[in-house]
T-cell receptor, first 115, second 114 residues
Framework: NAGVMQNPRHLVRRRGQEARLRCSPMKGHSHVYWYRQLPEEGLKFMVYLQKENIIDESGMPKERFSAEFPKEGPSILRIQQVVRGDSAAYFC?????????????FGPGTRLTVL | DQQVKQNSPSLSVQEGRISILNCDYTNSMFDYFLWYKKYPAEGPTFLISISSIKDKNEDGRFTVFLNKSAKHLSLHIVPSQPGDSAVYFCASNAGGTSYGKLTFGQGTILTVHP
């Protein structure tokens, strides 16, 4: 059973471009979380999605950031008009069940560099 | 507002000795705590957890202790091995949610010397 897949692993964008990060959860998992890790910091919750629904986006910046988890295909985190401060590692995690005590399995992350 | 704090950025230990990693939290709503281990260029992997109804949980070489009155938890690794060298994150659920919204500490870099 393949783990959580994220691509690309590394992404370089110039200021003002769009970044699109993909996450394929583990087979059978329908709950996806996105976290961001800025340099020298811990992971910070961004958004929690179930298939076709955004449940909690309280950690997402109000502008330029959006996320989706369509019925078919991977979850997408989209960052429009990137700025240097968006440079970070973005991790996706998935879980089989929704409960607060269910293990989240993390992907390897996408490292975004904004020039 | 750092609700989960790991005040030691790094820890260096000799192989075979005990490693103790510490974590403090401020939110009394937190009722479930986890430790994750992270190698460079990889995602975090779950290590061990503890519910607030317990004060200790043990899994092989790893033991987590929870002191609710002090809002403090610690991870003990004994004996430490070079393969344990990694970044260790303490995390907690947000409390009051029915899903796994985790709050992480800043991490502690553990280096185990042969």
């Amino acid at each position: 059973n393949a783990g959580v897949m994220q691509n690309p692993r590394h992404l370089v964008r110039r200021r003002g471009q769009e970044a699109r990060l993909r996450c394929s959860p583990m087979k059978g998992h329908s709950h996806v979380y996105w976290y961001r890790q800025l340099p020298e910091e811990g992971l910070k919750f961004m958004v929690y999605l179930q298939k076709e629904n955004i449940i909690d986006e309280s950690g997402m910046p109000k502008e330029r950031f959006s996320a989706e988890f369509p019925k078919e295909g991977p979850s997408i985190l989209r960052i429009q008009q990137v700025v240097r401060g968006d440079s970070a590692a973005y991790f996706c995690a998935s879980s089989e069940l929704a409960g607060a005590y269910n293990e989240q399995f993390f992907g390897p992350g996408t490292r975004l560099t904004v020039l | 507002d750092q609700q989960v704090k790991q005040n030691s950025p790094s820890l260096s230990v000799q192989e075979g000795r005990i490693s103790i990693l510490n974590c403090d939290y401020t939110n009394s709503m937190f009722d479930y705590f986890l430790w994750y281990k992270k190698y460079p260029a990889e995602g975090p992997t779950f290590l061990i957890s503890i519910s607030s109804i317990k004060d200790k949980n043990e899994d092989g070489r790893f033991t987590v202790f929870l002191n609710k009155s002090a809002k403090h938890l610690s991870l003990h690794i004994v004996p430490s091995q070079p393969g344990d060298s990694a970044v260790y994150f303490c995390a907690s659920n947000a409390g009051g949610t029915s899903y796994g919204k985790l709050t992480f500490g800043q991490g502690t870099i553990l280096t185990v010397h042969p």
